[in-house]
């Protein structure tokens, strides 16, 4: 990836506290950095992997209605092309990995490169980080405590699968934090699921 680029596509976020929880510094660096290490045994087009998981969230910056998967990827591949003057057939790859990479266990990713995007961004929903990051994203939504707990309990399960389905079998692991929160928010507060 061209330094110039990377500066240019961390420009196109803006502000780094607009949404904390999914800021270029913190979350989408880590996806980044997630992405590169799973390419390290893949045979995929490694730039379209790069491309996608620094634009993945750019859609999370646009107001009004949708998705920010499918908003970001429309974003993405019009930055791509008009911005930095990349082939549209490159553009449409990162688009398609964008528009599939959020939490919506009806749309499966249709490429390996979208299946890389995936599993990197949960990877940074896991642990002790992907809880705070969970939690915050809710409550800025107003969601209740057991309404966070029910959508988190709803998420790892959904989550589980896919890392299996993608081969990814040895991140589930990462996922035992948010499921030993859930069982004691429901056991300290009495709720069932």
């Not at 990827?73 to 057939?89: T, V, Y």
């Not at 964008?98 to 599993?119: G, Q, Y």
């Not at 589930?172 to 699921?193: C, I, M, P």
Request: proline share 3%; glycine share 8%; hydrophobic share 35%.
């Amino acid at each position: 990836m061209d330094k110039d680029d990377f500066f240019r596509i961390k420009e196109l976020y803006g502000e780094e506290d607009i949404i904390p929880a999914h800021s270029f510094g913190k979350h989408v660096l880590e996806v980044y950095r997630n992405a590169k290490e799973l390419l390290d045994e893949e045979d995929v087009d490694s730039e379209v992997v790069k491309y996608s998981a620094l634009l993945h969230d750019v859609g999370r910056h646009i107001p009004g209605d949708g998705g920010h998967a499918e908003k970001g990827a429309e974003k993405a591949k019009e930055f791509l092309i008009d911005e930095l003057g990349k082939e549209s057939d490159f553009a449409e790859k990162v688009s398609e990995c964008i528009r599939f990479h959020s939490n919506r266990p009806h749309l499966k990713p249709p490429t390996r490169e979208a299946e890389i995007l995936w599993t990197a961004d949960k990877m940074h929903a896991s642990g002790a980080t992907g809880l705070c990051r969970f939690l915050l994203t809710l409550g800025a939504k107003n969601y209740s405590c057991d309404g966070a707990v029910d959508i988190l309990e709803r998420r790892v399960s959904e989550a589980e699968e896919s890392l299996k389905d993608f081969g990814f079998d040895e991140l589930v692991d990462g996922l035992d934090t948010l499921k030993s929160f859930a069982e004691q928010y429901r056991e300290e507060n009495h709720v069932s699921n």
